[in-house]
């Protein structure tokens, strides 16, 4: 069977078990399990030997029947252009949260000490590192094992960001850091870390939702997701850590769509005067920041 036949095939059936992309997962699965790039598919329109048409299979099943997210089963996803490796230790990584990366790169004081809080798959820390080599950044997170894949993602994106960049033309550029250095923190919120910028996509879904959350986020760690009956309880201890580091300037949360007015209040009664909430691209409310001093 050829590639394009199959994915003709596999569509319907991940549809018909509630799968909005279901052609583009179909396409993702069976470009992993014949080892090419999706773009491939369509270029060559590979025959399946047997072996990866058994593979093909396999990936088609776990999606349809467990909903296991498509990053997971092929092992990575995209952040802000950087190819991430996912496992199940760490959430996928979402295109909202990229908002957060970019106000960001934008609002932190040059040569700043920044600390992503619960980096997971280290998304945030690596794009901002990669976005403004200015900064310090740790990564920090609860889970040993989300860092050892935070861990890795960086090294590996430091290694493609090397060779992937024409030479630098001015000896300022070539003397200048492809990425901003990240150190890795196994903490609870800030742990011993002392800076300036906060930034986080901490767990603020509330805990009575694993009722109707899709069956994807069943597979994606509950430490990640999950905090408290409002779905406020670790950005409510975050503010208050940050509000009694006086150092920290600014701080910017990722949130549930209808956290908005809470995490306001909370930033302002810390301290943090006149926080901002800002849409997604979908016009759901998604983050807040803001700064003092
Ligand atoms: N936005 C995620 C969701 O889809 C939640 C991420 C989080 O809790 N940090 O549910």
């Known amino acids: 069977m050829r590639a394009r036949d199959l994915i003709r095939q596999a569509t319907p059936a991940l549809e018909a078990a509630g799968i909005d992309t279901a052609r ?61 490796e996912v496992t199940a230790d760490v959430l996928v990584p979402r295109p909202e949260t990229e908002l957060l990366v970019e106000r960001t790169a934008e609002l932190a004081p040059h040569g700043a000490g920044v600390i992503d809080v619960g980096t997971g798959s280290g998304a945030i820390a690596i794009a901002l590192a990669a976005r403004r080599p200015d900064l310090t950044i740790t990564a920090s997170d609860v889970s040993e094992a989300a860092l050892a894949v935070a861990r890795r993602n960086a090294a590996a994106v430091a290694r493609a960001e090397r060779t992937s960049s024409a030479p630098p033309a001015t000896e300022e550029v070539r003397s200048a850091p492809w990425l901003a250095p990240i150190a890795f923190q196994h903490a609870s919120l800030l742990g011993a870390w002392r800076g300036e910028v906060v930034i986080s996509n901490p767990p603020y879904v509330e805990d009575d939702w694993r009722a109707q959350a899709s069956p994807e986020l069943a597979h994606e760690p509950e430490l990640a997701l999950y905090a408290g009956a409002d779905g406020l309880d670790v950005i409510r201890a975050l503010v208050a850590q940050c509000a009694a580091h006086a150092e920290v300037a600014l701080v910017l949360l990722e949130h549930g769509h209808q956290q908005g007015a809470a995490i306001r209040d909370l930033l302002a009664e810390a301290g943090f005067p006149d926080p901002i909430t800002e849409p997604d691209l979908a016009g759901h409310d998604r983050m807040t920041w803001a700064r003092r001093g």
Request: zero cysteines; charged letters at 30%; aromatic letters at 6%.
């Open 24 to 84: 583009l997962d179909a396409e993702l699965l069976v470009a992993h399990a014949i080892g090419i790039e999706r773009s491939r598919l369509f270029l060559d329109d590979p025959e399946l030997d047997a072996a990866q048409r058994e593979r093909a299979e396999a990936l088609l099943a776990a999606r349809a029947e467990h909903r296991i997210p498509v990053a997971q089963l092929v092992g990575a996803w995209w952040f802000d252009g950087h190819e991430l």
